[in-house]
């Protein structure tokens, strides 16, 4: 599977502790997958409240991606938190893409998973210092 | 078991000859529709050699096709050596000559086929989820099954009437949208003599019913051939295994699965070990399906008590089905008795859902050669085939990690030219140079000889040391 942003750059499957991201080593963004999502939040609930919040953004300028499933374009979603986060998603639900960070971002702000869990093995995997 | 299969192939070619009349006197008639008199035999002629020609593309390359179009990998022992395992216990079962090639499907779906147009040449191919879902038992069960084909020649004999059901089908079909766009078939009435032209009119409309029905007929045929196959396949896994429960479960496990196979299509549906393709809808008809009703299936097999051979299936079969002969007289005849085995204990163990998603992704992943690095770190890293790199820092620590990749390039594309090259040389001195490799972890792990081949081992490897296939250098396995 080859990076939505550098394109023709292959993603790497990063896996620590059971939680598997597709990782861009030059633009260090991250896909996850349909399915990946649910691991990753561990509960389907938390998986369907996450993807219910989303608002589609047709009016921004920010360049489209193509999903790297299915190689068509993708859609835009706000994530509004106590700050505005701006992600692709697949329309055919193959999966959304975070640029880099952004994925830390909306786990932050949004307090999905208890105890941020999941952030903080985020950051562990890619080697980021916890924010306080 | 010979007599068994020449009675098989005896009632087989009868239906298979009905249907090959059925594509000759479609043939005729729309020939006939066309041109008149003389048309009929060239529409003969024309039917015949489309027949033909497809049997000799699918007898001949058939299988590369099938194998193809499911995208299926052949794979080598260390991807899954259970697999290989239970494949060599069913051989030596089967009294098979050869040990079939064996492909992985990196599909989730849970299924499985089998081709070759003899014993001496043919493959099985699995699904990655197959794989995954079944135990040992299971899985015996299944490959039991699609062995079973082989042997009893249903897979040449599927294919050869697959290939003339597409033969009538494709025939009528251009026929039909001829009729359709010529209005009736009036420019060729038009062109005979006033004579000729009533008895045309005969033969247009004895062409367009043809037409229309011997699609329908023809695919009748070839279902029910399809599904009887089915049962005697059930029987002959039974009698191979001993173990009528492990089938059962199996089928049950693949029937509760809600993926569908993208890869599967009407064309090859009546390979696979259960129908690929989910009915959409209401449940269809038993007439109008390529294998018999699961959960039918699934009550004989457990009906089966007293021993495991064919008089057992046939008293099962009976005893849920009525009086009907599934298995063909001989194999009735066979009195030994074939007593059912106890389950292996090592089939009981669960694995929790996200391991065995993960399980099934690395599956997946090696199928399709991707590398798996682990870094100190406790990182585990799944490199594609197209990465191009020779050093990986890594994400997590920061570390330099080497990839084989030269070796890499060799495992993707280039298989061919490997298997010419993986001759042992004679070399004394490579093969007392032998070197210890670490294991991280218990997955995935991929890692070069000194010689530069690259090594998989997969999580069920546990040998303590193996000898490199190209430079015969002795590699130590040390780790957890």
Known sequence: ?132 | MWELIRANKRKSLFLFFVMGICLLVLGFFIGGAYAGDDGGFIGLFVAFGIWILMSMISYFRGDSIILMMSRAKKVSYNVHPQLFNVVEEMKLAANLPVMPDIYIIPEEAPNAFAVGKKPEYCAIAVTAGLLERLNRDELQGVIAHEMSHILNRDVLFMTFSGVLLGSIVFLSHVFLRSMWFSGGGSRFRSKSSKGGGQLQLILIVVALIMAILAPLMARLLYLAISRKREYLADASAVRLTRYPEGLACALEKISLNNYEMKTANKATAALYIANPLKPKGMKLSNLTSTHPPMDERIRILRNISHGANFIDYQNAFTSIKGKQNIIPSSGIRERKKINIRTSTAASTQTKSTKKSTRDLGDLMRAVNKYMFLSCACGLKMKLPPNFKKDKISCPRCGRENHVPIAELAAMSGMIAIDEKNDSIQNNEQVKQDSFVYNRTGKGWETFSCRCGSPKQLSPAFNKASFVCNKCGRKIEIKGP
């Open chain 1, 1 to 132: 599977m080859d990076c939505p942003v550098c394109k023709n750059e292959p993603m790497i499957v990063l896996e620590l502790n059971e939680v598997e991201i597709d990782y861009c080593l030059s633009c260090k963004g991250i896909w996850l997958d349909a399915g990946e999502l649910e691991l990753l939040l561990g509960s389907s609930t938390e998986t369907v409240e996450f993807l219910n919040s989303f608002t589609s953004d047709d009016i921004t300028k920010e360049k489209t991606h193509k999903c790297p499933i299915c190689n068509k374009k993708m859609e835009k979603i706000l994530v509004i938190g106590n700050r505005k986060v701006r992600i692709d998603k697949c329309k055919y639900n193959h999966g959304i893409w975070f640029d880099s960070g952004e994925l830390e971002d909306i786990l932050g702000m949004r307090k999905l998973d208890n105890k941020n869990k999941v952030l903080t093995l985020l950051n562990d995997m890619l080697g980021k210092k916890i924010k306080e």
